[in-house]
C-alpha cells in the first residue's frame, strides 16, 4: 500500500497558477505510475493528469490541456501537478493516486486526502 499526501492547494484569482504536490511513501516510487483527479461540489471525481511511472508518458482531460502539467521526481517520491491560467470551473479538491503498474491504463489502488483549489473570478 501506497501513503500519499498532497500539498499546494489554496485560493486564486482567475488567470493565476498554483502548483499541487503529492509526496508518496510505501512501495518504490518509480516503480508505479500517478495520477491526479479532481471533484468539484456535487460531481463525480474526474480524472486531470497522469504520468506513467518512468516520467516519459503523459496524458491529460481535455478541459485542463495546455494548462496543467504532470511531472514526478523519483528520486523525491514525488508527482507535481502544474497549474496555469486557472478559472473558476477549475475549483474543486484535488487528489493523487498511486497506480497498480508503472502503465497508467491499468488503474490506481492507493488515494490522498485531497487538497482543496479555490479559484475566485
Known amino acids: 500500500q501506497v501513503q500519499l499526501v498532497e500539498s499546494g492547494g489554496g485560493l486564486v484569482q482567475a488567470g493565476g497558477s498554483l502548483r499541487l504536490s503529492c509526496a508518496a511513501s510505501g512501495r518504490t516510487f518509480s516503480s508505479y505510475a500517478m495520477g491526479w483527479f479532481r471533484q468539484a461540489p456535487g460531481q463525480e471525481r474526474e480524472f486531470v493528469a497522469e504520468?506513467?511511472?518512468?516520467?516519459?508518458?503523459?496524458n491529460y482531460a481535455d478541459s485542463v490541456k495546455g494548462r496543467f502539467t504532470i511531472s514526478r521526481d523519483n528520486a523525491k517520491n514525488t508527482v507535481y501537478l502544474q497549474m496555469n491560467s486557472l478559472n473558476p470551473e477549475d475549483t474543486a479538491v484535488y487528489y493523487c493516486?498511486?497506480?497498480?503498474?508503472?502503465?497508467?491504463?491499468?488503474?490506481?489502488?492507493?488515494w490522498g486526502q485531497g487538497t482543496q483549489v479555490t479559484v475566485s473570478s
Open positions: 504520468i506513467s511511472a518512468s516520467g516519459v508518458s503523459k
Open positions: 493516486a498511486a497506480g497498480r503498474t508503472a502503465i497508467p491504463a491499468y488503474g490506481y489502488d492507493s
